[in-house]
Antibody, heavy 124, light 107 residues
Framework: EVQLVQSGTELKKPGESLRISCKGSGYTFNTYWISWVRQMPGKGLEWMGRIDPSDAYTNYSPSFRGHVTISADKSISTAYLQWNSLKASDTAMYFC?????????????????WGQGTRVTVSS | DIQMTQSPSSLSASVGDRVTITCRASQGINNHLAWFQQKPGKAPKSLIYAASTLQSGVPSKFSGSASGTNFTLTISSLQPEDFATYYCQQYNNYPLTFGPGTKVDIK
């Protein structure tokens, strides 16, 4: 069974750093990409970026580039989302989602399995 | 960026109703369109990819279709467990973009 298990709830102060994780199991981790998605309280879904764990190649949304870093350690089947200096506006739920890395024109790099989410609260 | 719009933003329906949600992309996306269901306090669940292909394990009451840059999600007979918010997402171009969501609640 494919599972993406995310790290637990975080309560941080503005300016602090944070790294949350997403551990894949039930499949070969480095054969699928991992994307990160933000959901602010009461709002919709926003794609932040993705990583190919096989070579650590990343794409970022312009809205998030420079503020977060996406990385992965394929030896432990884990992807990460990291902030060096949190802001109150980073308060949100964060989801990881698996994307196929095998391209077919008719289907593209489609998403399938989601993690359960990590709640991050940033408050002084 | 490709803009995704959804209509309606919300709808009220009864158990047994047929429900259709529309999603429109601001430019062509090669039918690289996914649909997700999200219930309150839960992670989204993938329903459909490539505009009309059901994810494994998704019941056949869900269906998707495409016509150019217009996409629809249809639930053939709404059940209590289907009351949720539904999002579309294009994954053809970076950055990937979501529609704003359609909330389906009980009439």
């Amino acid at each position: 069974e494919v599972q993406l298990v995310q790290s637990g709830t975080e309560l941080k102060k503005p300016g602090e750093s944070l790294r949350i994780s997403c551990k894949g199991s039930g499949y070969t981790f480095n054969t699928y990409w991992i994307s990160w998605v933000r959901q602010m309280p009461g709002k919709g879904l926003e794609w932040m970026g993705r990583i190919d764990p096989s070579d650590a190649y990343t794409n970022y949304s312009p809205s998030f580039r420079g503020h977060v870093t996406i990385s992965a350690d394929k030896s432990i089947s884990t992807a990460y989302l990291q902030w060096n200096s949190l802001k109150a506006s980073d308060t949100a739920m964060y989801f990881c989602v698996r994307q196929t890395s095998t391209y077919a024109f008719w289907s593209g790099y489609y998403p399938d399995h989601w993690g359960q989410g990590t709640r991050v609260t940033v408050s002084s | 960026d490709i803009q995704m719009t959804q209509s309606p933003s919300s709808l009220s329906a009864s158990v047994g109703d047929r429900v259709t949600i529309t999603c429109r992309a601001s430019q062509g996306i090669n039918n690289h369109l996914a649909w997700f269901q999200q219930k309150p306090g839960k992670a989204p669940k993938s329903l459909i990819y490539a505009a009309s292909t059901l994810q494994s394990g998704v019941p056949s009451k869900f269906s998707g279709s495409a016509s150019g840059t217009n996409f629809t999600l249809t639930i053939s007979s709404l059940q209590p467990e289907d009351f949720a918010t539904y999002y579309c997402q294009q994954y053809n171009n970076y950055p990937l973009t979501f529609g704003p969501g359609t909330k389906v609640d009980i009439k």
